[in-house]
């Protein structure tokens, strides 16, 4: 049977923080547009309260979690355990983004992350930290996820980001990290959102006129056909 609760318990924090690899859930506003999901580890999250987590976020080939998180502030954090007694925990809240330069970022860095991530090489890779209020506390067994070995962590990513220029790391971010897929703004630094939104704006008032337009030309086209009938 599934139990749910209003905060962490001593007893989640001890576990949550032995888990090798989370998973980050977040959706547009509304019921259109497409939910998305993300797999996390490099230890990037941290523990405050017991209604209150931050994450640290990388670079990506994508900004569905911080389009969502900056429209409407819903996520869902999932863990399970791949070893010992079966577990799953979904902590479900609303997240804030800070980005480097911003003071709440700032000061979240130096205490949590600071230590590991402080090298200009590595801390490249560091994209914003997410940070959660926790409204419920979800657990489950688990029973269904298989045992897992862990091995290491990947760090292709941010060997990546370590070689790149700003200049490039600039022009990857406003390529792929602009809109979601479903065209909402990031709002991340270095983006031109303002842009992206008189394009969205454009684009509805485009599709608006489509079916007047077509009309239009349906009934000209017609037109032409009977002139052209009586000439006949």
């Avoid at 888990?19 to 990037?44: C, E, I, L, M, R």
């Avoid at 657990?139 to 292709?156: H, L, N, W």
């Avoid at 070689?163 to 979601?180: C, I, L, P, Y």
């Amino acid at each position: 049977m599934g139990s749910f609760r209003d905060a962490l318990t001593e007893s989640d924090k001890e576990w949550i923080s032995k888990q090798k690899v989370y998973f980050v859930a977040t959706s547009p506003q509304g019921s259109g547009g497409h939910v998305n999901t993300s797999p996390k580890g490099y230890d990037s999250l941290r523990i405050l309260n017991s209604n209150r987590i931050v994450l640290l976020d990388g670079r990506g080939s994508g900004c569905e979690t911080i389009s969502h998180l900056r429209e409407n502030g819903r996520i869902t954090i999932m863990l399970c355990a791949f070893e010992g007694a079966p577990r799953i925990m979904r902590l479900f809240g609303r997240g804030v983004v800070y980005e480097p330069g911003q003071p709440k970022f700032d000061g979240l860095f130096e205490e949590h992350f600071a230590s590991e991530w402080r090298d200009p090489d590595r801390f490249k890779f560091v994209r914003s930290i997410i940070d959660v209020e926790l409204e419920l506390v979800g657990q489950s067994c688990g029973f269904a996820v298989p045992f897992m070995d862990y091995k290491d962590e990947r760090i292709t990513l941010v060997n990546h980001h370590r070689g790149k220029t700003d200049e490039a790391r600039a022009r990857s971010r406003s390529k792929d990290n602009t809109v979601s897929i479903d065209g909402i703004p990031s709002f991340l630094e270095g983006t031109d959102s303002g842009l992206v939104q008189a394009k969205r704006r454009a684009s509805s008032a485009m599709h608006a006129m489509v079916p007047w337009v077509g009309g239009a030309a349906l009934g000209a086209a017609l037109a032409v056909a009977a002139v052209r009938s009586g000439l006949k």
